[in-house]
């Protein structure tokens, strides 16, 4: 399964290594700990081992990296350079240290050195497409996103199946929109890894980056089950639950980011947008009969219409209530008019996210506006309504 952090994502298959050549009653625990112990044990035991002036060579190459790998586990990246580096001058050759290395450059944000040691990792092993796919995360994290993908694409045919490889194409592509190639990629990265949160997440923002929010809340109910404390993955439910107008949902979705120290410029004005959409859908008028008002008395003055086929829409806004209906203003429309009957959706665009608001049905026309009994909701005045308009316009 992928870690969460993207850089360890294209690990090679690297395990701290024992040196073969020494055997291990020579350094007594030492070099056995350096393998298998758990930092801060291993890292203790790396070091006296390199005190040993009998460990060599390529031997002594091999415990650098072993020790610049436990560097790496702790987030001393700059340690475990130093340590590359080492193993590097004593054994020129091992493509090992030099992606070790290059991976260590990419986490303290020194790309061009990253992509300079992936590159002679790659020319010492060409048939390796881990190495390849390194480079191309380096040159995306840099922001070079064409020589990205060439370093995908090179590293895809040496290598059709690396889930991890496929997970890094799939989420470029999905940055540059080019939505189908990403789903084809990160759908493709998670038949070799099925229990891969960090790639249903992707998958889930590829669908939320082309408004299917319903879609990607799919991916992400399974990526939280996996693992629970991804809050990356509970910040995008909870904003495609708020691209829903699921108030509630969204709410408890991203306080739990929040709680699992998110740190999203959108999660603060997210909770804010939940905050105020849930104070709408909580209040609500019941529905009841229309009272007289401006107009004539809002009330059915015909049967409901039956659907005319081209029926269109028209826009207006609320610009008066009384109970259990609102007057909806609108301009006029080339080839229809509203009628008794029709259906209307109320919405409000909340901090740049339009949400529903409620619905109801045409009961009274007048010349520019008409009164709609309410459904569902409350529309408040100045909010948008949308009437499905089923009358023919007499004008030629």
Request: proline content about 7%; overall charge positive.
């Amino acid at each position: 399964m992928r870690p969460p952090a993207g850089l360890a994502g294209l690990a090679t298959a690297v395990v701290l290594l024992l040196p073969p050549s020494i055997a291990l009653a020579d350094l007594g625990d030492d070099l056995r700990q350096c393998r298998e112990a758990r930092r801060p044990l291993a890292l203790e035991a790396c070091s006296r081992a390199l005190e040993a002036p009998a460990l060599r060579g390529e031997d002594r190459a091999l415990v650098y990296i072993n020790r610049a790998i436990v560097f790496s586990e702790s987030g001393k990246h700059r340690g475990a350079i130093a340590d590359l580096t080492r193993a590097i001058e004593l054994s020129p050759a091992d493509h090992r240290a030099l992606n070790e290395r290059g991976r260590a450059h990419n986490a303290v944000g020194d790309y061009d050195a990253a992509i300079a040691d992936f590159a002679d990792a790659h020319r010492l092993k060409p048939d390796h497409a881990r190495y390849l796919g390194n480079r191309g995360l380096a040159h995306n994290l840099k922001g070079d996103r064409r020589r990205a993908l060439a370093d995908y694409d090179a590293a895809l045919r040496i290598n059709p199946d690396d889930d991890a490889i496929l997970h890094n194409r799939g989420k470029l592509q999905g940055e540059l929109k080019n939505y189908p190639a990403a789903v084809r990629d990160l759908e493709r990265s998670l038949r070799f890894d099925p229990g891969d949160a960090s790639t249903m997440v992707e998958l889930g923002r590829v669908y939320a980056e082309q408004a299917r929010h319903a879609d990607a809340v799919r991916y992400y109910d399974p990526a939280i089950e996996r693992r629970p404390n991804f809050g990356r993955a509970w910040l995008e439910r909870g904003l495609s639950h708020l691209a829903l107008s699921r108030a509630d949902l969204a709410r408890r979705d991203l306080k739990k980011a929040e709680e699992l120290g998110v740190r999203d410029p959108r999660l603060r004005s997210a909770l804010d947008t939940a905050g105020r959409l849930a104070s709408l859908k909580h209040l609500k008028d019941p529905p009841g009969p229309p009272s007289p008002g401006p107009g004539g008395p809002a009330s059915v003055t015909g049967e409901a219409s039956s659907a005319v086929p081209g029926s269109a829409e028209i826009h207006g806004s609320v610009s008066a209530r009384r109970a259990g209906a609102v007057q909806v203003s609108f301009g006029s429309h080339p080839e229809a008019v509203p009628r008794v009957g029709d259906r209307v959706e109320f919405s409000a665009e909340i901090d740049g996210i339009r949400v529903d608001a409620g619905s109801g049905k045409v009961v009274d026309v007048t010349r520019q506006s008409a009164w709609v009994e309410i459904e569902g909701g409350r529309p408040n005045l100045g909010m948008t309504a949308t009437i499905s308009a089923t009358g023919r316009s007499d004008r030629p």
